[in-house]
């Protein structure tokens, strides 16, 4: 019986993730395949449900819609805040990210998107949100996870973890 993609189950797989103009975002090759736990919640929500049951060997294009990718585009974080708040930076520049904390303690990434005078324009969404992704998979390999794996919630190089 051929191995099928299932909870707990370690997958390798390539993978292209493009957006709606088809512009290449990501991308994982035969050579070093994406390596996940399925049910670990280590991928987006869409393509984990959308790869349940499927085999070793097998191609699938899946688009998956913001709710179920990295969530639709929240207003609430992006802010303007002054060039101040960040101290010891010579230069900013939009690209530039960094981490903070959220009111309620949790560490967020947040993304430089403009500067103007003493201005800093800040977007706490992930930078796909609000976006359809569109995933061209290929299935490479499926084992049963480790204990040891699942306990730390991630798959582990060959001879052990490598944190």
Same mark, same amino acid.
């Given at each position: 019986?051929?191995?099928?993609?299932?909870?707990?189950?370690?997958? =390798?797989?390539?993978?292209?993730?493009?957006?709606?103009?088809?512009? @290449? @975002?990501?991308?994982?090759?035969?050579?070093?395949?994406?390596?996940?736990?399925?049910?670990? *919640?280590?991928?987006?929500?869409?393509?984990?449900?959308?790869?349940?049951?499927?085999?070793?060997?097998?191609?699938?294009?899946? *688009?998956?819609?913001?709710?179920?990718?990295?969530?639709? @585009?929240?207003?609430?974080?992006?802010?303007?805040?002054?060039?101040?708040?960040?101290? =010891?930076?010579?230069? &900013?520049?939009?690209?530039?990210?960094?981490?903070?904390? *959220?009111?309620?303690?949790?560490?967020?990434?947040?993304?430089?998107?403009?500067?103007?005078?003493?201005?800093?324009?800040?977007? $706490?969404?992930?930078?796909?949100? $609000?976006?359809?992704?569109?995933?061209?998979?290929? &299935? @490479?390999?499926?084992?049963?996870?480790?204990?040891?794996?699942?306990?730390?919630?991630?798959?582990?190089?060959?001879? $052990?973890?490598?944190?």
């Amino acid at each position: 019986m051929s191995e099928v993609i299932g909870s707990g189950k370690v997958v =390798g797989m390539s993978y292209r993730l493009t957006d709606d103009k088809g512009v @290449l @975002l990501d991308q994982a090759s035969h050579d070093e395949p994406f390596l996940y736990i399925q049910g670990a *919640s280590q991928i987006v929500p869409g393509l984990e449900k959308a790869l349940e049951g499927v085999k070793i060997g097998e191609k699938k294009k899946v *688009s998956v819609d913001a709710e179920e990718g990295y969530g639709p @585009l929240h207003d609430g974080l992006k802010m303007t805040v002054k060039k101040d708040q960040f101290p =010891g930076i010579e230069e &900013i520049q939009p690209g530039m990210q960094f981490q903070a904390q *959220s009111p309620e303690g949790h560490g967020m990434v947040f993304t430089i998107t403009d500067v103007k005078g003493d201005d800093v324009t800040i977007d $706490g969404n992930h930078p796909l949100a $609000g976006q359809t992704l569109h995933f061209a998979v290929e &299935i @490479l390999s499926i084992r049963e996870a480790t204990e040891e794996e699942m306990s730390h919630g991630h798959v582990h190089g060959e001879g $052990g973890h490598h944190h």
